[in-house]
């Protein structure tokens, strides 16, 4: 079974960086893709990030240039590292993880495995 669990959420300020993690038990890095999603305070779930099995990664306009995707296939883990941040980051992050690439990627739908979130809150 399958469980991601996120972890590193927190409190800070605008203009800081928040690291946030993602343990993945279970999981296949050999073929396996890994995202980022977020769900603000009465909005719909939105892609973040996504990075592929041979390392490319994919960014949303909203965060390109502040936000980098990464993974260690030796720890199992995907992370995400937030530099200046804006209130408008403010979110529970999601992890969400699948075998094999999918070219709505940046969509909910095509990703098996979702962790609980973990909650960012950026303060202005």
């Known amino acids: 079974q399958v469980q991601p669990v996120e972890s590193g959420g927190g409190l800070v300020q605008a203009g800081g960086s928040l690291r946030v993690s993602c343990v993945l038990s279970?999981?296949?890095?050999?073929?396996?893709?890994m995202a980022w999603f977020r769900q603000a305070p009465g909005k719909e779930r939105e892609f973040v990030a996504a990075i592929r099995s041979n390392g490319a990664t994919y960014y949303a306009n909203s965060v390109k240039g502040r936000f980098t995707i990464s993974k260690d296939n030796a720890k199992n883990m995907v992370s995400l590292q937030m530099n200046s941040l804006k209130p408008e980051d403010t979110a529970v992050y999601f992890c969400a993880a699948r075998q094999g690439w999918h070219i709505y990627y940046s969509t909910v739908e095509p990703w098996n495995y979702w962790g609980q979130g973990t909650r960012v809150t950026v303060s202005s």
């Open positions: 279970g999981f296949s890095f050999y073929n396996g893709a």
